[in-house]
């Protein structure tokens, strides 16, 4: 396993996050603590749930596999996430300081903890001004509830904007960004990435596997069947089937790790990983797993690293459709300028 600071923070993360997503949904309890318990076993340090996963049960997990292991919670780093909805009255979701203070307090008892190393903002909230909303992060942090602020799905105005307020008002600042990026998800480059960069900002990516379709299961034209994800609802989420299946670059981009997978035999799962961890500003991806064995694979991942020629093959492979301006080659060159000659 390697290691990273979190954004421009001096707290050390691993580059391979444990996403629990499936726990409770997906995986029962006790699937749930094998997964956490080889995941630390591996030398894995971070782990990210969300008030959400499973409307509480996640994070109730996590809290009682935490609870039978003293002195682990100090090894480790811990994120959650609040937006979505957790009831049914109008301030039982956004960003609002009303519905946030009560979400994290609920997530704070659900874990089992005095603190969250990592709060984040699930999803830009239109009805919240952002203000009030960092001025919770810092008065969470202030009180001692939380210790970094994040911020997921946001575009890249609005993390330009929370960035730029955290310092105007002088605020705790906003350290991670949680975007969907993979080999098959690039969009994030064009602005989110440069934002991420000049402002200090660590990249969690989720979906690293682009919803399994990177892992190599699936195949042109037929419709996915089985127990896998596409295989129980093919129409599921962004990583829907035929969406993705009718793009040619879906199956060129699925040759192009499949034949990296093939030349440093290891899976198609470890390469898009590490593709991903290799990737700028990116802090720590985030694992999605169903089983221990699904993690096991991940986890090969955590030493791999790809040559400039694998790297190559799998950003043209995978680079995504841009018009000449302002993201192509016509708007790249307009913002650069070289110094004069000498």
Same mark, same amino acid.
């Given at each position: 396993?390697?290691?990273?600071?979190?954004?421009?923070?001096?707290?050390?993360?691993?580059?391979?996050?444990? &996403?629990?997503?499936?726990?409770?949904?997906?995986?029962?309890?006790?699937?749930?603590?094998?997964?956490?318990?080889?995941?630390?076993?591996?030398?894995?340090?971070?782990?990210?749930?969300?008030?959400?996963?499973?409307?509480?049960?996640?994070?109730?997990?996590?809290?009682?596999?935490?609870?039978?292991?003293?002195?682990?919670?100090?090894?480790?780093?811990?994120?959650?996430?609040?937006?979505?909805?957790?009831?049914?009255?109008?301030?039982?979701?956004?960003?609002?300081?009303?519905?946030?203070?009560?979400?994290?307090?609920?997530?704070?008892?659900?874990?089992?903890?005095?603190?969250?190393?990592? +709060?984040?903002?699930?999803?830009?909230?239109?009805?919240?001004?952002?203000?009030?909303?960092?001025?919770?992060?810092?008065?969470?942090?202030?009180?001692?509830?939380?210790?970094?602020?994040?911020? /997921?799905?946001?575009?890249?105005?609005?993390?330009?904007?929370?960035?730029?307020?955290?310092?105007?008002?002088?605020?705790?600042?906003?350290?991670?960004?949680?975007?969907? +990026?993979?080999?098959?998800?690039?969009?994030?480059?064009?602005?989110?990435?440069?934002?991420?960069?000049?402002?200090?900002?660590?990249?969690?990516?989720?979906?690293?596997?682009?919803?399994?379709?990177?892992?190599?299961?699936?195949?042109?034209?037929?419709?996915?069947?089985?127990?896998?994800?596409?295989?129980?609802?093919?129409?599921?989420?962004?990583?829907?089937?035929? &969406?993705?299946?009718?793009?040619?670059?879906?199956?060129?981009?699925?040759?192009?790790?499949?034949?990296?997978?093939?030349?440093?035999?290891? /899976?198609?799962?470890?390469?898009?990983?590490?593709?991903?961890?290799?990737?700028?500003?990116?802090?720590?991806?985030?694992? &999605?797993?169903?089983?221990?064995?699904?993690?096991?694979?991940?986890?090969?991942?955590?030493?791999?690293?790809?040559?400039?020629?694998?790297?190559?093959?799998?950003?043209?492979? /995978?680079?995504?459709?841009?018009?000449?301006?302002? +993201?192509?080659?016509?708007?790249?060159?307009?913002?650069?300028?070289?110094?004069?000659?000498?």
């Amino acid at each position: 396993m390697r290691y990273r600071t979190l954004g421009a923070t001096g707290t050390v993360v691993s580059t391979l996050c444990l &996403g629990t997503m499936t726990f409770g949904a997906e995986t029962d309890e006790a699937g749930s603590f094998a997964q956490l318990d080889r995941f630390v076993e591996a030398g894995g340090t971070f782990i990210d749930t969300a008030d959400v996963y499973s409307a509480g049960v996640s994070e109730e997990i996590v809290g009682r596999w935490l609870a039978a292991r003293p002195g682990l919670r100090d090894r480790l780093v811990i994120a959650t996430k609040g937006r979505f909805p957790m009831g049914p009255g109008a301030n039982d979701a956004g960003l609002s300081r009303v519905h946030l203070t009560r979400a994290l307090d609920a997530s704070l008892r659900r874990l089992g903890v005095e603190a969250v190393d990592l +709060y984040q903002a699930h999803a830009w909230d239109p009805l919240t001004p952002l203000p009030e909303t960092l001025r919770f992060f810092d008065d969470a942090v202030r009180a001692g509830k939380i210790r970094y602020a994040g911020v /997921s799905n946001f575009t890249g105005w609005q993390l330009q904007k929370a960035a730029l307020l955290t310092q105007h008002l002088n605020l705790t600042p906003v350290v991670t960004l949680q975007p969907q +990026y993979n080999l098959l998800a690039r969009e994030i480059e064009f602005e989110l990435v440069p934002v991420c960069e000049n402002e200090g900002i660590g990249i969690l990516p989720w979906s690293p596997l682009g919803g399994g379709w990177l892992t190599g299961k699936y195949q042109r034209d037929s419709t996915p069947t089985g127990a896998t994800r596409l295989g129980e609802n093919p129409q599921r989420g962004v990583e829907a089937y035929a &969406g993705r299946n009718a793009e040619e670059r879906t199956w060129r981009v699925i040759d192009a790790v499949g034949q990296v997978a093939r030349d440093r035999g290891v /899976s198609m799962s470890a390469v898009a990983l590490a593709w991903l961890a290799g990737r700028p500003a990116v802090t720590s991806v985030i694992l &999605g797993a169903r089983t221990t064995e699904q993690l096991d694979d991940n986890l090969t991942a955590a030493d791999l690293l790809l040559d400039g020629e694998q790297t190559r093959l799998l950003d043209e492979a /995978s680079a995504p459709p841009v018009g000449d301006y302002p +993201y192509g080659q016509a708007g790249v060159q307009q913002r650069g300028r070289d110094l004069p000659a000498g």
